[in-house]
């Protein structure tokens, strides 16, 4: 598994437990809580620290605050600042509306991987510290360390077998580089001009391809969206016959790509053959073996592009 990929998995499966999906058993979108924030800063009495992800339980203001570590070793100052969390500081930090009376409690787990549990385990107990602990393997959740202590999550099962690893939501965070987000910058752009976009803001480019992105801390918004940027004008350095980068101005606010001209406006007979040409020049960075990071993501191209030669096929049958 690519390293990304491997890194961001707790996070991915944590978020596939709260989302209803057919790949994952949506164990805490079941049980009525629902994902609201995505390393959110804040600061406790024993200091400021990150929250990796807030889910809340409307009914209960119960608040589920999730350490999402692929590592195997607990930080004891962070652990100490989770176990002191107060629950309207996390109301206020991570903007939640909360619609009933109750006041708010809070509920710590540690997600991880499955291999490195026991010694995840270990470091809480060195840090005096009691929390349940979802230990995430290729086909299955194990249920490790405490209970949960609020309901609903009171009857969380042992042990929960799944079909394979989770889904890929998340595929990029704040060590992505640029280069990383390049492919994936390039497909949303292909996609704009099979839709005859005349311009795309950075930002709905950083939105396409970060869907969390409205859930995260303003710091961490900040640095995907300088990631997004940075990649948004390589992509217009190489190609400015179809594409100019336009930054951000005192009259205009937001930075954009400007699509230039599109295959759209061609033939129908030669269109397809237009965006293959996008492709094959699309930017690649000098990486050592194993392939780059970024390499997954160009298949979203060739399905861009796939899609739009079965359209042309269909106009020609047409005409």
């Known amino acids: 598994m690519a390293r990304a990929a491997l890194r961001l998995l707790p996070v991915n499966a944590l978020i596939a437990l709260l989302r209803p999906n ?12 629902r994902l609201v924030g995505l390393e959110i800063p804040m600061t406790t009495d024993a200091g400021v620290t990150v929250l990796d992800a807030v889910a809340l339980h409307e009914p209960t203001n119960l608040l589920l605050v999730a350490e999402c570590k692929s590592g195997a070793n607990v930080d004891q100052d962070q652990a100490t600042k989770l176990s002191r969390l107060d629950p309207a500081g996390v109301v206020r930090a991570a903007s939640v509306t909360l619609v009933s009376d109750l006041p708010p409690v809070i509920e710590t787990a540690y997600v991880c991987l499955h291999q490195h549990a026991s010694r995840i385990q270990r470091g809480l107990d060195g840090a005096s510290i009691a929390a349940p602990i979802l ?5 299955r959740i194990e249920h490790r360390g405490e209970p949960f202590v609020n309901p609903p999550l009171t009857d969380w099962p042992n042990e929960v077998d799944l079909p394979g690893p989770p889904p890929r939501i998340v595929r990029f965070d704040a060590e992505s580089t640029s280069e990383e987000l390049v492919a994936s910058v390039l497909s949303e752009l292909v996609a704009a001009q099979s839709h005859q976009r005349p311009i795309m803001t950075v930002r709905a480019l950083t939105e396409a391809i970060i869907p969390e992105y409205a859930l995260y801390g303003r710091r961490e918004q900040t640095v995907l969206g300088s990631r997004v940027d940075a990649a948004a004008r390589h992509v217009a350095q190489q190609q400015p016959e179809n594409f100019r980068y336009r930054p951000r101005t005192q009259g205009q606010g937001e930075a954009a790509v400007e699509i230039l001209r599109s295959p759209e406006d061609r033939d ?15 930017p690649r960075h000098r990486r050592p073996k194993p392939p780059p990071e970024g390499q997954l993501e160009l298949d979203l191209v060739s399905e861009e592009l796939d899609r739009l030669a079965d359209a042309d096929d269909h106009e020609e049958e047409d005409s």
């Open 22 to 33: 057919d790949l994952w058993p949506p164990l805490l979108w079941d049980r009525g809580l």
């Open 135 to 139: 230990a995430v393997a290729p086909a």
């Open 268 to 282: 129908p007979r030669g269109r397809t053959q237009a965006y293959q040409a996008i492709a094959r020049r699309s």
